[in-house]
């Protein structure tokens, strides 16, 4: 459980560092799209169930890359909550053996 909340916070990370990066068109072999489809599901106070896309996209992400980010302190900065971002990887029913 410990490397999905790892996982999860990666990808929040991410996805700042995608929205960041205005000409980047991939971080991780996520899209930026795929990262905006995950915002939903990491912040606000009411956040929504992780989307396909959302899904979609962090399965076909480069979990190792997105282990790069894990102390970044962007995700406050663009609102994402952590504790929901860890929780993830288990919403869209990953099984992973990455360890952060």
């Given at each position: 459980?410990?490397?999905?909340?790892?996982?999860?916070?990666?990808?929040?990370?991410?996805?700042?560092?995608?929205?960041?990066?205005?000409?980047?068109?991939?971080?991780?072999?996520?899209?930026?799209?795929?990262?905006?489809?995950?915002?939903?599901?990491?912040?606000?106070?009411?956040?929504?169930?992780?989307?396909?896309?959302?899904?979609?996209?962090?399965?076909?992400?480069?979990?190792?890359?997105?282990?790069?980010?894990?102390?970044?302190?962007?995700?406050?900065?663009?609102?994402?909550n952590p504790a929901m971002a860890m929780?993830?990887?288990?919403?869209?029913?990953?099984?992973?053996?990455?360890?952060?």
């Amino acid at each position: 459980m410990e490397a999905y909340k790892r996982l999860v916070i990666l990808v929040a990370l991410v996805l700042a560092v995608a929205v960041a990066a205005n000409g980047q068109s991939s971080v991780c072999r996520m899209t930026q799209d795929g990262l905006m489809a995950c915002k939903p599901a990491v912040s606000g106070q009411n956040p929504v169930p992780p989307s396909p896309a959302c899904c979609a996209a962090i399965s076909n992400a480069d979990m190792q890359c997105l282990c790069t980010f894990k102390n970044s302190p962007i995700l406050s900065y663009l609102g994402i909550n952590p504790a929901m971002a860890m929780q993830l990887p288990a919403k869209c029913n990953m099984a992973t053996s990455t360890h952060c």
